[in-house]
């Protein structure tokens, strides 16, 4: 038997309501602005791909990888697929399939919903929400400056506070072998102070043990051979031309040695703007270079670039900034009685939105007391209102709502008199 109980949205994927929508409907206006700026190009990528790409571009012995991908095999063919948990990969996917690289260098951004199995908490869900800004083939410090860079516009075009800049270097393949090599050496001598997950990355991936969250082994890591011993020339020039254009557009930074990254495909730069005001969750923003993971995922080497943004958390700064969530604007409520009124309204309603007005349109009856209660309530600027009489003359009644004069107009002079009174 069917139940009647109300079925309730899955924990952690949020439905985001119209009030809160008018706030993520603007925060993407300005984010599309802000990238235009920047010569980026919009892609869009399917919600599901092959698990093999995860698996390649972002490291089989990773969090996302072994516990967080929402995988499954598909029914109809038996492919394994997987719910995309990041941007990054897809995004590579998409050129490499498209040849976009083919003599042609790309600023490419995306946006929409990501997944990961996690412990819903403030700032973390199992559906959320991206934007991702990629560059594939720059090999310069430069690309790499202007992306930060391009983040600290964003953060001054938000009012967006206390957010700061973390900055580190990976180096590139050969620094990184000699770096494991000591690591692994390093940690099988404290084997016995490991957790479990720092036992279990020992081997595959060592480098993610510096990143352990548990403050037990704060320590042990904190005294761990340092990447930056075994980084070469070329990198180390490239990392200071980095923080030298930093510098010169006055962007504070902090250099933190622990910063690795989660993926296993970054090399040399990579950053995240944090803030305190989150708890635990206090990264809005991450990214860097990944130079190998176009190889990786299948094309001839390149070198490539990119960051991602937590929208829910980015909003979640703002609104304890104080902002207000911005509400739909309407410019005109047509309020009517009667039934040529009726039909009058509808054109009137239609004309006025062919004029590039906002105009909705009075449904379901009632006095005009408590149509003008409803036009009040909307926030329009105007009340246009129309009884039999006024439609027997194709005329109109104009009311400014927030004070003024009512006139009566014809429908012909109709978009005229209302542009007026919202000028």
Partial sequence: MMSN???????????????????????????RDWLHGYGYRNIRMPLVEPTALFKRAIGE??????????????ALNGDHLTLRPEGTASCVRAVLQHNLLYNAPQRLYYSGPMFRHERPQKGRYRQFHQVG????????????????????????????????????????????????????????????????????RLYANPLRILDSKNPAMRELV?????????????????FDEVQATLKR???????NPSL??????????????????????????????????????????APATGFAMGVERLLALLQEDGMALPKAKVDVYVVHQGERASRLAS???????????????????????????KADASGAAVAVV????????DEVSVKPMQGGEQVRVSVRNLTATVNQIIK
């Fill in 5 to 31: 109980e109300t079925l309730q949205a899955v924990r952690g994927m949020n439905d985001i309501l119209p009030d809160e929508a008018e706030l993520w409907l603007w925060f993407e206006e300005e984010v």
């Fill in 61 to 74: 012995v990773t969090d996302i990888v072994e516990k967080e991908m929402y995988s499954f095999e598909d």
């Fill in 133 to 200: 800004v990629e560059a594939l083939g720059f090999a310069g410090p430069d690309i790499d400056a202007e992306q930060i860079l391009m983040c600290a516009r964003l953060w001054r075009k938000l009012g967006l506070r206390d957010v700061a800049l973390q900055l580190n270097t990976l180096g590139d393949a050969a620094s990184r072998h000699r770096h494991r090599v000591k690591l692994i050496a390093y940690f099988e001598q404290h084997r016995d102070r490991l957790d479990a997950d720092a036992t279990r």
């Fill in 222 to 238: 904190a005294a761990a051979p340092s990447l930056t011993d075994e980084l070469d020339e070329e990198a180390l020039r490239h």
């Fill in 249 to 255: 557009h006055d962007v504070a930074f902090e250099i």
């Fill in 260 to 301: 690795v990254r989660g993926l296993d495909y970054y090399n040399r730069t990579v950053f995240e703007w944090v803030t305190t005001r989150l708890g635990a969750q206090g990264t809005v923003c991450a990214g860097g270079r990944y130079d190998g993971l176009v190889e990786q995922v299948g094309g001839k080497p």
């Fill in 347 to 373: 054109r009137v309603a239609e004309q006025l939105r062919d004029d590039r007005l906002r105009v909705l349109l009075h449904c379901g009856g009632g006095s005009f007391k408590s149509q003008m209660k």
């Fill in 386 to 393: 129309i009884g039999d009489d006024e439609a027997q003359a």
